[in-house]
């Protein structure tokens, strides 16, 4: 029953079993002594040499031959309705500086899960207010998004974007997690005061490993964020949101400690469990029967390449991919979509309008199109094209200029206020563009506007 610790890699603790019992994957163990501290047991290594993550943060107080006792207990999470509001860490301690949370709640392991076997069917759009997206990628309701992008493209701005629209509509059948995995502390602070500036905080419950918390704890953050999702879906029986910055630093985590476990990485560098790793996270977030779980996830692109393994791990799992461009961003359009990389299994006349599936389409034959004739124009200028053809790139640049909005949650440093809009009122917009009903008026009108029907009158 009891190990000794033979070496000490911050923040991994090798452990050798030599009598009794062995212990069992993700099973906690806790030192013999003095000073308390509990280890996670994640993997086997030669004979009874057991690799395990410290849960304590740092690992100094961990020494060779020190006594690891068995608890024959899973790592867990006590959850309850009070976590609503709050922010807390992967171990449910709250760290928002509002008191301690209620002792009695529902004990649930993190890293062990029950599969939902009985899913609702998945054929309902769920509008956030925001063109481009309501348009061209579509939400599912119970699907899986992802918004892809580099740094500073506005990945983190159009998933808290969602969030807000989607939140203030006053349906209390629904709540929100928001896990922030191995992002900046400061955008945490942001978000917790936006969401309490909105109403919508008692709405939400966060969960944060922010990027100086040690690998494990970012790495265990994910799984935390995703037990309260599920908590809330089958114990609450509550509709869910959640969403995850940044779904790239989990992976990250999982490579920082597969290194200290001493694995071979793969030719990119990950670690050769990223597919189970981003599987078992996937697979949890599911919608039960008769409540949907709807996941919005970001994902870093590093120096944005779309064919990072880690992001293409990820696609596996979406129904809807967001693209977030860093040219599309340094034009000044925002949200900074890239249109033609971006798609949505939505887009399908058993889950949207045959209207709407008609101009997304149109829309984006229009643009790509137009990619063709600004390619040629800038070899040999625009004026050498004939006139069907500048008039194809004007209504191109139209579209795209139409799709630019202001955000709620940027009002303060955008100084202009944010603003919903009906999905009718982007499909009828779109449609008069590409019909030819605004070719009188000029590109630059159609940006950050809220519809188009008010052009015709100016």
Do not use: W
């Not at 599987?279 to 599911?286: C, K, N, P, T, V």
């Not at 004739?373 to 004007?394: F, H, N």
């Not at 779109?430 to 015709?456: N, Q």
């Amino acid at each position: 029953m009891n190990g000794t610790v033979i070496e000490v890699k911050y923040p991994i603790v090798l452990i050798e079993f030599t009598t009794g019992e062995l212990p069992s994957l993700y099973e906690v163990l806790e030192s013999s002594g003095d000073v308390h501290i509990e280890v996670l047991v994640i993997s086997v290594g030669a004979g009874s040499v057991y690799y395990c993550q410290s849960l304590e943060g740092l690992t100094t107080e961990i020494k060779r031959g020190m006594i690891f006792t068995r608890t024959q207990r899973t790592l867990s999470i006590s959850l309850s309705e009070a976590v609503l509001g709050r922010v807390i860490d992967c171990f449910g301690n709250p760290i928002d500086g509002k008191g301690a949370l209620p002792v009695e709640g529902v004990a649930l392991p993190i890293l062990s899960n029950k599969p939902v076997v009985d899913s609702m069917d998945q054929t309902s759009v769920l509008e956030t207010g925001i063109k481009v997206v309501d348009l061209m990628c579509p939400i599912i309701k119970g699907g899986k998004v992802g918004l892809f992008g580099g740094s500073g493209v506005g990945k983190t701005i159009l998933l808290n974007e969602i969030m807000h629209n989607i939140l203030t509509e006053g349906n209390k059948d629904t709540v929100s997690v928001f896990c922030g995995v191995g992002e900046r502390s400061r955008e945490g602070h942001e978000l917790v005061e936006e969401l309490d500036h909105g109403g919508i905080l008692p709405l939400t419950s966060l969960v944060y490993g922010s990027m100086g918390a040690s690998p494990v704890l970012r790495y265990l953050t994910a799984y935390s964020g995703v037990t309260i999702a599920e908590y809330f879906r089958d114990h609450l029986k509550k509709n869910v949101m959640f969403f995850i910055d940044n779904m790239f630093r989990f992976a990250q985590a999982g490579s920082e400690v597969s290194l200290l476990m001493g694995n071979i990485p793969s030719e990119e560098g990950y670690q050769p469990t990223l597919i189970s790793e981003i599987a078992d996270i996937h697979e949890r977030l599911l919608s039960s029967h008769d409540k949907y779980l709807t996941t919005i996830e970001a994902v870093y692109l590093p120096e944005d390449d779309l064919y990072d393994p880690a992001s293409q791990t990820v696609f596996g799992y979406i129904d809807s991919s967001i693209v977030l461009s860093r040219a599309v961003y340094g034009e000044g359009k925002l949200p900074a979509v890239d249109i033609l990389a971006s798609t949505s299994d939505a887009l399908s006349k058993k889950i949207v309008t045959e209207e709407h599936l008609e101009v997304a389409i149109r829309a984006k034959r229009l643009l790509t199109q137009a990619e063709v004739l600004e390619r040629i124009s800038s070899l040999v200028g625009e004026a050498e094209l004939s006139e069907d053809d500048r008039i194809t790139l004007q209504r191109a640049h139209k579209v795209r200029n139409f799709l630019t909005q202001n955000f709620y949650v940027s009002g303060q440093q955008t100084g202009r206020k944010g603003v919903t809009v009906q999905l009718k009122d982007t499909i009828k917009g779109v449609k008069g563009i590409i019909d030819g009903t605004f070719d009188a008026i000029s590109e630059d009108k159609f940006l950050y506007i809220e519809t188009a029907e008010g052009l015709l009158g100016d």
